[in-house]
C-alpha cells in the first residue's frame, strides 16, 4: 500500500510541529543565555563601580604624591584587573559553554527524530513497491545513511573544537591569573 496525500500531509503537520517545538525551546534557551548575560554585565558594572569608588576614596585620602603614586600603581589598577577581567572571562566562557551545550544537545535530538521518521517512511513506502525498485531504494537508504555518517563525522569534530577551545580559554585565564599577580606582588613589594 502507497502513502495517500493525507498521509504525507499528516506527517508533513507532525514534522513541521516538531521543529516548531524544537524552534521554540531553542528560542528560550536563547534568550535564557542572554538573560544571564545582561545580569553579568550589571553585576560587573556594579563591581565596577563599587572598585572605582573605593579606589577613589583612597586615592584622595594620600597624605602626599608618592603616597598617591604607590596606590594608583600597586593597588588600585591590578585588583581591578583581577576581579573584573578574570571572572568576567570565566562567566561568559560557563554561559557559552552551557548555551553551546544546550543547542548541540536539542540539535543532535532533532535530527535523530527527523531520521527515525525518514525512516519509517521510507520503510512504509517500500513495503509495497514494485518489483524491480529494489536498487533504487538501496541507493535511497544508501544516500541517507552516507548523510547520517557526515553528520555524525561533523558533530564529532564540533565537539572536538569545542572542548580545545574550552581548553585554551582555560589556559589563557590561568596565564593571566598568574601574571596579574605576580604584577600585584611585584608593585606591592615596591
Known amino acids: 500500500m502507497f502513502f495517500i496525500p493525507e498521509q504525507f500531509s499528516a506527517l508533513i503537520k507532525a514534522n513541521v510541529d516538531a521543529h516548531l517545538a524544537s524552534t521554540t525551546a531553542l528560542t528560550n ?14 553585576s560587573a558594572a556594579k563591581a565596577s563601580f563599587a572598585e572605582s569608588t573605593v579606589a577613589a576614596k583612597e586615592l584622595l585620602s594620600a597624605k602626599d604624591l608618592q603616597e598617591w603614586f604607590l596606590l594608583t600603581a600597586g593597588h588600585v589598577q591590578p585588583n581591578i584587573e583581577k576581579t573584573l577581567t578574570l571572572a568576567y572571562g570565566r ?22 527524530e527527523s531520521n527515525r521518521k525518514l525512516t519509517v517512511l521510507i520503510d512504509e513506502m517500500t513495503k509495497n513497491a514494485p518489483a524491480g525498485s529494489e536498487n533504487a531504494i538501496a541507493l535511497v537508504k544508501s544516500a541517507i545513511g552516507n548523510a547520517n555518517a557526515g553528520y555524525e563525522q561533523l558533530a564529532k569534530t564540533t565537539h572536538q573544537v569545542v572542548d580545545a577551545l574550552d581548553n585554551h580559554l582555560t589556559t589563557a585565564a590561568n596565564q593571566f591569573s598568574q601574571a596579574v599577580e605576580k604584577t600585584t606582588r611585584r608593585a606591592t613589594n615596591k
Open 91 to 112: 562567566h561568559v566562557a560557563s554561559i557559552a559553554s552551557s548555551a553551546q551545550a544546550d543547542f548541540t544537545k536539542a540539535a543532535e535530538a532533532q535530527i535523530a
Open 29 to 42: 534557551k536563547a534568550f535564557e543565555s542572554v538573560q544571564k548575560m545582561v545580569d553579568l554585565n550589571m
